[in-house]
């Protein structure tokens, strides 16, 4: 492709969704970072700002690995949006948050949302600009389908309706990726929107929202699944603005309205439970561990063993808490120590540090049980080697960016899928 598609990453992180489009060093991540990479993409902006440090450690990093050009360091919501370059991509894993808005008195279509949801940056940007973006790439938490407790599903719908009235039609897959062969159980719903300027979203229009679903759709083209519904699709229709939305989307619902996969145009909704449909190679935490150069502060004393045993291992037993009050406290046990021979557990935020933990990964080599090393973290994720190094980030650090981030092969495959749709795109 001869013009680049150009790219916007918000809430970059250190550079996932960088990484999966442009790839590093010419070579692509689904090859370890060993095969020739020709991508279309070039980010020509970015933005990374952690409000609760004061140092910015994320940003540090993604500036160490892409430089610092086109590269914003500040509250996104304090960015204005003619800062930000005319763009053809938008991509972000924004945050899963209480989404819920209400009118200004000002202006009836005005709206409050929490301060501080960065859903509302994203809209700022599509709002404002002149030239929309006519793509959109968004990665969150799973749970955002069936959240908040009391209306299932009502912000994913606040989310739709939203991007409804901005002209977008919009795709959503919930992706496991170590069901398509990726060595990490991590699952993450992605979502692609497309601008009603667009070839695509033409396409979409002309076709049965089933077969762009199941067969025709870019998340199809790039992660392709089977459904055993397929003539009983759910469809509904969007009803009123996100006002409404928020304040009566499947109140007092027991179950959410949102399946898996799905599809939105013009407010109308179709959406399907799938299963993975991948015959292809898989990736084993074996696979990933370093061999012999791991340093000794990552081994579990013996000392320490009985204590990582304990946490991981069932539990029945009383308790007592602050006030005194004793209570029945059970708990399953957790496989331990990790299975070499399977892909990985989901990382976690918490994942460094020395103390015994349920949740951190330990395996069993021949020299001893120990947690996993910021290098293999990383190859979890299927970022470059040592992708976080860097001066004044600790392994403790390395291990939180790791558990924010995505399985960079995810984006990859997508966004090839993707430039595939873009490829002949004329403006309609």
């Not at 204005?80 to 924004?94: A, M, N, T, Y």
């Not at 179950?255 to 990736?283: H, R």
Request: hydrophobic share 35%; with cysteine; glycine share 8%.
């Amino acid at each position: 492709m001869e013009n680049k598609i150009k790219v916007v990453e918000l809430f970059a992180g250190v550079g996932g969704f960088r990484l999966g489009l442009e790839g590093w060093n010419g070579k692509s991540a689904s090859s370890n970072y060993k095969e020739k990479f020709e991508s279309p993409y070039e980010v020509v902006w970015s933005n990374q700002w952690e409000p609760s440090t004061k140092i910015q450690h994320a940003s540090a990093v993604y500036e160490n690995r892409f430089g610092m050009d086109n590269h914003s360091n500040k509250d996104i919501a304090s960015v204005e949006v003619s800062e930000i370059p005319d763009h053809d991509l938008l991509v972000g894993g924004f945050p899963c948050q209480d989404y819920s808005v209400a009118t200004t008195l000002k202006n009836s279509k005005g709206l409050i949302g929490k301060k501080g949801v960065l859903w509302w940056s994203i809209h700022k940007i599509l709002s404002e600009k002149e030239n929309k973006p006519k793509y959109l790439f968004l990665e969150n938490v799973d749970r955002l389908l069936i959240s908040p407790s009391g209306q299932r599903g009502r912000d994913f719908a606040i989310i739709l309706q939203s991007l409804n009235e901005l002209g977008y039609a919009v795709e959503w897959r919930v992706i496991n990726a170590a069901d398509f062969g990726m060595p990490q159980r991590r699952r993450r719903i992605f979502i692609l929107a497309y601008l009603n300027n667009t070839e695509i979203y033409e396409n979409i229009k002309n076709i049965k929202p089933i077969e762009w679903i199941l067969e025709d759709g870019t998340l199809a083209n790039s992660f392709p699944v089977t459904t055993e519904n397929k003539l009983f699709p759910k469809e509904f229709k969007l009803k009123g603005d996100i006002v409404s939305i928020s304040e009566n989307f499947n109140k007092n619902g027991k179950t959410g309205m949102f399946e898996n996969s799905g599809l939105m145009i013009d407010g109308n909704v179709t959406t399907i439970k799938t299963q993975p449909n991948y015959e292809g190679k898989f990736t084993i935490l074996k696979d990933l561990i370093q061999n012999g150069e791991v340093t000794e502060e990552f081994y579990i004393s013996n000392e320490e063993l009985d204590k990582w045993k304990y946490l991981k291992g069932p539990k029945k037993e009383m308790r007592k808490n602050a006030d005194g009050f004793e209570y029945n406290y059970s708990e399953g046990g957790m496989i331990f120590p990790d299975p070499l021979d399977k892909p990985s557990r989901t990382i976690i935020t918490g994942e460094g540090g020395k103390s015994a933990s349920r949740f951190k990964h330990v395996i069993q080599t021949p020299k001893g049980f120990r947690r996993l090393s910021p290098v293999e973290l990383e190859r979890l994720n299927m970022f470059p080697d040592d992708h976080t190094k860097l001066n004044g980030i600790s392994d403790t650090k390395r291990a939180f960016f790791m558990g924010n981030a995505l399985v960079v092969g995810v984006i990859e495959k997508i966004g090839i899928a993707l430039t595939e749709k873009i490829k002949n795109e004329v403006t309609v």
